[in-house]
């Protein structure tokens, strides 16, 4: 499958546009979705040959799932299910429908496995994605869990941030099976300051008090909340970072989002953040560094340039509990999740 992907359909798809043969998958994957029994059928198939896991009081049925920024208004979680992704994170969504930053700004490096990006929160906002999941994948009766991405607006100030993540986790928490906060896109002028003590004690301990608030009312739970993190950050910084989420008691971190650094010789620069076969040193390094430096109490999801059954299982080994893959699935096919998965069960079964 992933041969007919590459010699047929990834050539046809690479003679167009980078974005606009995303919006053609897209409505490929729309389509799929649209056939909910085929997609319960083909999840089914692929939860057998995968290996479940709990994290979050959640089950997952494998550990790889759909990196954000794919599906970023909610549309094709039952096809990514279908296609073998243990969990989806869809996202980021904004208080407010956002156009994004001008065309082009999606860029496909293929020699590198890479892409460079600098979409900038395109969405249809957090309206729009609530409804849109009620309808069609609604919480409870899901074939994966569904983490949700929230970010800034872009018209909003740094200093007003913390009302708009609060505005998005109060319409999605009927939704959301797990919040993401992404302070870390290089793509929305300033949002990467919110990493830094000053915005972040403010937003983090705002997020948890909101969460434990609505749990108690409603009789229920409190949402899994994770944080999302830039690869671009000094140890020193992420030690930060993980001190305000251990006081805060969030529950656990996405390492890492694209890069701005570019490595040495890469071919062309465009504005953006770096994704890909470039990024994993890097994000692998910062799991590694998370894992030890919370001895391993504060659970991990690993993204970043994650490719093979080989990167997948080294962001395993580094400290990750979940991985998540995003480039890699442009430039490997839809059935890649599947064979990443199938490949972390085999590799699990060694170990026993
Ligand atoms: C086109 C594109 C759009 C992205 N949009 C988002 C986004 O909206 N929110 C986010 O948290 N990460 C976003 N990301 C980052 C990915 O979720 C992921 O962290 C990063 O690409 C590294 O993983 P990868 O090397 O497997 O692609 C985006 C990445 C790409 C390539």
Known sequence: MGLLYEKILRPAFFRMEPETAHDRGKTALMALSAVPP???????????SARPFELFGLEF??????????DKDGEFPRAAAALGFGHVEVGTVTATAQPGNPRPRLFRFPEEGALINRMGFNNKGVDAMATRLAKHFPRGKRLIPVGVNIGKSKATALDKAVQ??????????????YFTINVSSPNTQGLRELQTKAYLAELLSSLRSENVKLAKKLGHREHPMLLKIAPDLTFAEIDLVLELLLENKFSGIVATNTTTERPEGFPRDEKGGLSGLPLHRRSRGIINYIHKATEGKLPIIGVGGIDSPESAGASIDAGA????????????????????????????EVWI
């Not at 049925?61 to 794919?70: F, K, W």
């Not at 699935?329 to 590799?347: D, N």
Request: hydrophobic share 40%; with cysteine; proline share 3%.
């Open 38 to 48: 085929l997609c319960s059928l083909m999840a089914r198939y692929n939860r057998e």
């Open 321 to 348: 509990s979940l991985v998540q893959i995003y480039t890699s699935w442009v430039y490997r096919g839809p059935f890649h999740a599947a064979k990443l998965a199938r490949s972390l069960k085999a590799r699990e």
């Open 61 to 70: 049925p494998n550990r790889v799932g759909l990196a954000a920024g794919m």
């Open 164 to 177: 708009d993540y609060i505005t998005c986790f109060r319409r999605l928490a009927g939704q959301a099976d």
